[in-house]
């Protein structure tokens, strides 16, 4: 069936009825990604300790595997800042200093990466990965940003970078503020002042792209590093990468392996963001597996190609829709246009103030402070703020890596919290007589029968809240007025774990000898096969389950008439 030709078609390969002049919009959409894909390429590339080239090849790899294997149409799969600087802080220790072993294990962490996200998505694990909260991934990526932020200070400033967190290292800047490179500071900075004011004035247009034009238009007529003494880009490689397999060392990987699980929750945990992001502007779905297998394919790639970790930039991303992209042939238009990059245009980079490339980064990682959202998670969810909080001051205090342990612990700790409260409500018939049983805390015109108290369970029953539970219960029966029977409803539960079922078995046999009736409220099959597995109803009996509350608070109110135990 063909497919009508109007603004809202997004084409994708091989659809039917689909015509040349349907692609315009991914075309120019693509071009204008290409201008800002590629300065941020060349700025990230330098913020991974690679040559600046690495950022291309990134793109190379990445945008024409996510064309083929990709779901969203409109996912940009590059570099990101937060996985560049990432990357820097693993291999640079490792290193020791020798640009061809950093090269080497770069290429192996980003292989391992995209085996990962292979794996997992093969093993369709993609919304098993989110471990990291909203608040706290919220608050890793703004402490990343201020990380980032901090380290590309000297390169405005003409200065060296200091050592250490990063306090320690605005606290080098502020000590030798004094001794500053003018005429990088004023070329950074111009740079900066203009990168802000083509994305309020002119969104369309490549800022990136002409902010570095003109840095390399004043570096060359003021003669920044021949006469001024500012750092410039003096040798950047032409020509298209070679495909090359990284070295497999057994001893490498092993010490590459923690930092690659590490890295790979980060860049899904951004990418599955951006792409759930343009999902909801555009109505469509994400399939999260499908996006590890791309984002998996893209990594192998870019390993391959001497290229950094592909991940789905959220800012690109926005680029892209806002340019107009339907689809992903969009990125497909980019790669193109990167290519000829790649073999033509290099060797016009050179003479580039490293000082724009520090503001080009730094213009960057700006949209990934979100401390208005971390204002709002105050105003919200205290609690929700503090880990937010804990994320953020980690990776500026500790450092990133031990930063991203802070995180997932905390993410972890606070899963662990809220999966282990146990929240009992009691359950009442309105006053009106209808048939709905509702909570009376909620419902204050709601009333229990008198000797029969109905509880449900706000949450899933497992081991971590099991015995929390049965104290809740015990209480719940003794607070006056005593009940004589009890109805169970575990709507959240759709099986019983084993130490559940033994608890509730345990719990069975206390009331019974108390002399309260148990029952159980329309328990899922699984649940209700476990509690006959696990020999509950053998206890209380199989005609203790009831459909519903109102048959169940009948039965035992009939029955605790007739003085049934």
């Given at each position: 069936m063909g497919t009508?030709d109007?603004p809202?078609d997004r084409?994708?390969?091989?659809?039917?009825?689909f015509?040349?002049?349907?692609?315009?919009?991914d075309?120019?959409?693509?071009?204008?990604?290409?201008?800002v894909?590629?300065?941020?390429?060349?700025?990230y590339?330098?913020l991974?300790?690679?040559p600046?080239?690495?950022g291309?090849?990134?793109l190379?790899?990445s945008?024409?595997?996510?064309?083929?294997?990709?779901?969203?149409p409109v996912?940009?799969?590059?570099?990101t800042?937060?996985e560049?600087?990432?990357?820097a802080?693993?291999?640079?220790?490792?290193?020791?200093?020798?640009?061809?072993?950093?090269?080497?294990?770069t290429a192996?962490l980003?292989?391992?990466?995209?085996?990962?996200?292979?794996?997992?998505?093969?093993?369709?694990?993609?919304?098993m990965?989110?471990?990291?909260?909203?608040?706290?991934?919220?608050?890793f990526?703004?402490?990343l940003?201020v990380?980032?932020?901090?380290g590309?200070?000297?390169?405005?400033?003409g200065?060296?970078?200091?050592?250490?967190?990063t306090?320690?290292?605005?606290?080098?800047?502020?000590?030798h503020?004094?001794?500053?490179?003018?005429?990088?500071?004023a070329v950074?900075?111009a740079g900066?002042?203009?990168?802000?004011?083509?994305?309020?004035?002119a969104?369309?247009?490549?800022?990136?792209l002409?902010?570095?034009?003109?840095?390399?238009?004043?570096?060359?007529?003021?003669?920044?590093?021949?006469?001024h003494?500012?750092?410039?880009v003096?040798?950047v490689?032409?020509?298209?990468p070679?495909?090359?397999?990284p070295?497999?060392?057994?001893a490498?990987m092993a010490?590459?392996?923690?930092?690659?699980?590490?890295?790979?929750?980060v860049?899904?945990s951004?990418?599955?963001?951006?792409?759930?992001?343009?999902?909801?502007?555009l109505?469509?779905?994400?399939?999260?597996?499908?996006?590890?297998?791309?984002l998996?394919?893209?990594?192998?790639?870019?390993?391959?190609?001497?290229?950094?970790l592909?991940?789905?930039s959220?800012?690109?991303?926005?680029?892209?829709?806002?340019?107009?992209?339907?689809?992903?042939?969009?990125?497909?238009?980019?790669?193109v246009?990167?290519?000829p990059?790649?073999c033509?245009?290099?060797p016009?980079?050179?003479?580039l103030?490293e000082?724009?490339?520090?503001a080009?980064?730094v213009?960057?990682?700006?949209?990934?402070?979100?401390?208005g959202e971390?204002?709002?998670?105050?105003?919200?969810?205290?609690?929700?703020?503090y880990?937010?909080?804990?994320?953020?001051l980690?990776?500026?205090v500790?450092?990133?890596?031990?930063?991203?342990?802070?995180?997932?612990?905390?993410?972890?700790?606070?899963?662990?919290v809220?999966?282990?409260?146990i929240?009992?409500s009691?359950l009442?018939?309105?006053?009106d007589?209808?048939?709905?049983w509702?909570?009376?805390?909620?419902?204050?015109g709601?009333?229990?029968?008198?000797?029969?108290?109905?509880?449900?369970?706000?949450?899933?029953l497992?081991?971590?809240?099991?015995?929390r539970?049965r104290?809740?219960v015990l209480?719940?029966?003794?607070r006056?007025?005593?009940?004589?029977?009890?109805?169970?409803?575990?709507?959240?539960?759709?099986?019983?774990?084993?130490?559940s079922?033994?608890?509730?078995?345990d719990?069975?046999?206390?009331?019974?000898?108390?002399?309260?009736?148990?029952a159980?409220?329309?328990?899922?099959p699984g649940?209700?096969?476990m509690?006959?597995?696990?020999?509950?109803?053998a206890?209380?009996?199989?005609?203790?389950?009831y459909?519903?509350?109102?048959?169940?608070?009948?039965?035992?109110?009939?029955?605790?008439?007739?003085?049934?135990?």
């Amino acid at each position: 069936m063909g497919t009508a030709d109007t603004p809202s078609d997004r084409p994708v390969p091989g659809e039917a009825g689909f015509r040349a002049r349907a692609l315009w919009p991914d075309i120019l959409a693509g071009l204008t990604l290409w201008g800002v894909l590629v300065p941020e390429g060349l700025a990230y590339a330098g913020l991974a300790g690679l040559p600046l080239t690495a950022g291309l090849y990134t793109l190379v790899a990445s945008l024409p595997v996510y064309f083929l294997l990709g779901g969203s149409p409109v996912l940009v799969c590059a570099a990101t800042s937060a996985e560049s600087i990432m990357l820097a802080a693993v291999i640079a220790p490792l290193a020791g200093g020798d640009p061809a072993r950093y090269a080497a294990l770069t290429a192996l962490l980003v292989l391992l990466v995209g085996l990962l996200f292979l794996a997992a998505g093969l093993l369709r694990l993609g919304r098993m990965t989110s471990f990291l909260s909203k608040p706290v991934m919220t608050g890793f990526v703004c402490g990343l940003a201020v990380s980032i932020a901090a380290g590309q200070f000297p390169k405005l400033l003409g200065l060296p970078r200091g050592h250490g967190d990063t306090i320690a290292q605005v606290a080098h800047l502020a000590a030798h503020l004094g001794q500053c490179n003018r005429a990088a500071l004023a070329v950074g900075l111009a740079g900066l002042a203009l990168l802000f004011a083509f994305a309020r004035i002119a969104p369309r247009l490549p800022a990136g792209l002409c902010v570095m034009a003109l840095g390399i238009a004043a570096s060359r007529f003021f003669e920044l590093r021949a006469r001024h003494g500012a750092a410039t880009v003096e040798a950047v490689v032409a020509g298209l990468p070679s495909l090359a397999l990284p070295a497999l060392a057994p001893a490498d990987m092993a010490a590459l392996a923690p930092a690659a699980a590490g890295l790979a929750l980060v860049a899904f945990s951004q990418a599955l963001g951006a792409a759930e992001s343009a999902a909801r502007r555009l109505g469509s779905h994400v399939d999260a597996d499908r996006e590890l297998r791309a984002l998996g394919a893209a990594n192998l790639g870019s390993s391959m190609l001497g290229g950094l970790l592909a991940g789905g930039s959220l800012s690109s991303t926005a680029v892209n829709v806002a340019a107009g992209a339907r689809s992903r042939f969009a990125g497909l238009t980019t790669a193109v246009m990167v290519v000829p990059t790649l073999c033509y245009l290099t060797p016009v980079f050179r003479g580039l103030p490293e000082a724009v490339l520090g503001a080009v980064v730094v213009h960057a990682v700006a949209k990934l402070m979100k401390f208005g959202e971390l204002g709002r998670y105050f105003r919200v969810n205290r609690n929700e703020w503090y880990l937010a909080l804990v994320a953020l001051l980690g990776v500026v205090v500790l450092g990133i890596l031990p930063g991203l342990v802070l995180a997932v612990s905390a993410s972890l700790l606070r899963l662990v919290v809220y999966a282990s409260g146990i929240e009992l409500s009691v359950l009442g018939r309105l006053s009106d007589g209808g048939p709905d049983w509702v909570a009376t805390a909620q419902h204050p015109g709601a009333e229990e029968v008198p000797g029969v108290r109905v509880l449900r369970l706000e949450g899933e029953l497992f081991f971590a809240n099991a015995e929390r539970f049965r104290a809740a219960v015990l209480e719940g029966c003794a607070r006056p007025p005593r009940a004589r029977a009890l109805a169970i409803q575990l709507r959240a539960n759709r099986k019983l774990c084993i130490t559940s079922t033994d608890m509730l078995r345990d719990l069975a046999g206390a009331l019974r000898q108390a002399g309260v009736l148990l029952a159980f409220i329309d328990p899922a099959p699984g649940t209700l096969a476990m509690l006959r597995a696990g020999g509950v109803t053998a206890i209380i009996g199989e005609e203790r389950i009831y459909p519903d509350a109102a048959q169940a608070v009948a039965a035992l109110s009939a029955a605790c008439a007739g003085g049934a135990a």
